[in-house]
Nanobody, 115 residues
Framework: QVQLVESGGGLVQPGGSLRLSCAAS????????MGWYRQAPGKERELVAV????????NYADSVKGRFTISRDNAKNTVYLQMNSLKPEDTAVYYC????????WGQGTQVTVSS
């Protein structure tokens, strides 16, 4: 079973940037379309970005389109989320998983956008 470890979160001011990383164990990583999810306090977990197995196809939630960029490096078993122009409403715990959320969840990484 693939294990997922997210990192790169932190406290950032509105308008700032962060780059999240998700390292996956196991050889099946490259066969999974991967996604970044987030869960804000009191809200359900939502999918914000998805990338295909080879990285050529990407899709984003409307709330992050034009600000976030998902990418992956299959040689490193890692998926990334570049987040620019951050807003307070982006504050959440961010997780990665496959596009159907069928892998074991990692611990997530906290992103806080506040002045």
């Amino acid at each position: 079973q693939v294990q997922l470890v997210e990192s790169g979160g932190g406290l950032v001011q509105p308008g700032g940037s962060l780059r999240l990383s998700c390292a996956a164990s196991g050889s099946i990583f490259r066969f999974n379309a991967m996604g970044w999810y987030r869960q804000a306090p009191g809200k359900e977990r939502e999918l914000v970005a998805v990338i295909s197995t080879g990285g050529s196809s990407k899709n984003y939630a409307d709330s992050v389109k034009g600000r976030f960029t998902i990418s992956r490096d299959n040689a490193k078993n890692t998926v990334y989320l570049q987040m620019n122009s951050l807003k307070p409403e982006d504050t959440a715990v961010y997780y990665c998983n496959n596009d159907k959320a069928r892998l074991n969840w990692g611990q997530g990484t906290q992103v806080t956008v506040s002045s």
